[in-house]
């Protein structure tokens, strides 16, 4: 794992796990005297507002803690603690891929330097049970300036829940943005349908013939849009060619049903669209091959200010989907409610089981019936290239203590479930 400091990165083009469209939330943090540690995670920029006090000073748009006098019983600070710092439940549990630290409008009053370390907590864990968990470095301490969005990009494969940012010594920041890919663990979404292109599952507006006016990205958030600028919208067309956007889905699935939301768009929505699809579960490229691109609903006509609904009848897998709108206009948010295929299942079920530490692979497949010994070693076997790979793994175990290897049988079912294979 290395970090790379740089002026314009794209991970930011990733899904801000940190968002509380989402669910993210700061669960604890030990300092936020002068300004409140939730406003890390506030969507929009920070605003600065001068000579606006309030009974603690300037109100500041961020998160902000006293100023640190040194150690002694009477100081506010512990003597052990030399810093200040606030963890973050990520809304969804996703590989990090880049971080932003924000000072906006910190000037006289930002931290001299900043970390980030990341856990990986399953379930609903306490701010207890946070403090003893193992937390990896993903950004070592690292000099600020004010005013300033720091961009990092991170490489590190793992699957995190939770970051924790820590400030030298004190000061202020104004917003923290993680982002990176959503990777749900494919237990929770075992025979459920779900919407396949949305963000909170691991669909990705990954392309976009245009973003004048607004982002892709909207397309897919969570959540209703609640005005026309949190939707995504083109500029208007000269020629006679359309407007589309292409979004991965978070696994190969069966789309059952759409929904092309027109909502606050009256004088600016699109006149048509229609659905196109691509099954890339065999190796294809579908941003290349054009001929490999199918029809899942025909040209059809759109309404202003709709939500229109559409069932459809696809009769094969999709990994990916193009909207195309007809000629220009804006969407305020795109639907596809469907269900994971079993190959799709089994992709989504290994790149999880790759990306998780290994504390947790190893309880995930106790849990599915393995010795502790059992575990420790197919998680060591990490990472399990493809279902055969997976498959090849869990029938090396040896067989069980039930008669004619019925234990064994019932144990290699449940790994080979929870693995997807």
Not at 14 to 39: C, I, K, Q, Y
Request: charged share 25%.
């Amino acid at each position: 794992m290395s970090t790379v400091n740089t002026p314009s990165a794209p991970f930011t083009e990733l899904v801000d796990l940190a968002s509380r469209l989402l669910g993210a939330g700061v669960v604890a943090t030990n300092e936020d005297t002068f300004a409140d540690a939730e406003n890390l995670l506030v969507a929009k920029p920070a605003e600065f507002r001068p000579h606006t006090f309030g009974h603690k000073g300037q109100i500041m748009d961020g998160w902000e803690s006293r100023r640190r006098r040194g150690a002694g019983a009477d100081q506010p600070h512990p003597a052990d603690e030399d810093h200040d710092w606030a963890v973050v439940r990520l809304g969804v549990g996703g590989v990090i891929r880049g971080l932003i630290v924000d000072t906006a409008h910190f000037t006289g009053n930002y931290p001299e330097s900043a970390s980030v370390e990341a856990a990986a907590v399953p379930g609903h864990p306490s701010p207890a049970e946070l403090a003893a968990a193992d937390w990896v470095e993903l950004l070592p301490r690292t000099p600020l300036q004010g005013d300033t969005a720091h961009e990092f990009a991170i490489r590190d494969d793992t699957r995190y829940t939770h970051v924790r940012l820590n400030i030298f010594p004190d000061g202020g920041v104004a917003r923290l943005r993680v982002h990176g890919e959503v990777l749900p663990d494919p237990r929770e979404l075992d025979g459920l349908t779900f919407d396949l292109a949305a963000q909170e599952y691991g669909g990705v507006a990954e392309a976009a013939s245009d973003r004048y006016f607004s982002s892709p990205h909207n397309l897919n958030a969570p959540g209703r849009a609640s005005v026309m600028g949190e939707g995504w919208e083109t500029r208007r067309r000269r020629d006679k060619a359309n407007d589309w956007v292409q979004i991965a889905l978070a696994g190969g699935g069966e789309v059952l049903a759409a929904e092309v939301d027109t909502t606050h768009f009256v004088a600016n929505a699109p006149g048509w669209a229609d659905l196109t699809g691509y099954d890339a579960s065999a190796g294809g490229d579908p941003a290349t091959d054009r001929d490999g691109w199918f029809e899942i609903l025909p040209r059809t006509r759109l309404q202003p200010d709709t939500r229109h609904r559409f069932r459809l009848d696809v009769g094969r897998p999709v990994t990916h989907v193009r909207i195309n709108v007809h000629p220009d206009g804006g969407l305020a948010r795109l639907r596809l409610t469907g269900r994971l295929t079993e190959a799709g299942r089994a992709a989504l079920a290994l790149r999880w089981f790759d990306a998780v530490p290994a504390a947790e692979a190893t309880a995930a497949l106790t849990g599915a019936g393995l010795t502790g010994a059992e575990a420790a070693a197919l998680a060591a076997a990490r990472p399990l290239a493809d279902r055969a790979a997976a498959t090849a793994a869990v029938a090396a175990l040896q067989p069980g203590d039930g008669p004619d290897g019925e234990h064994s049988s019932r144990r290699r079912s449940a790994v080979w479930r929870l693995l997807g294979v």
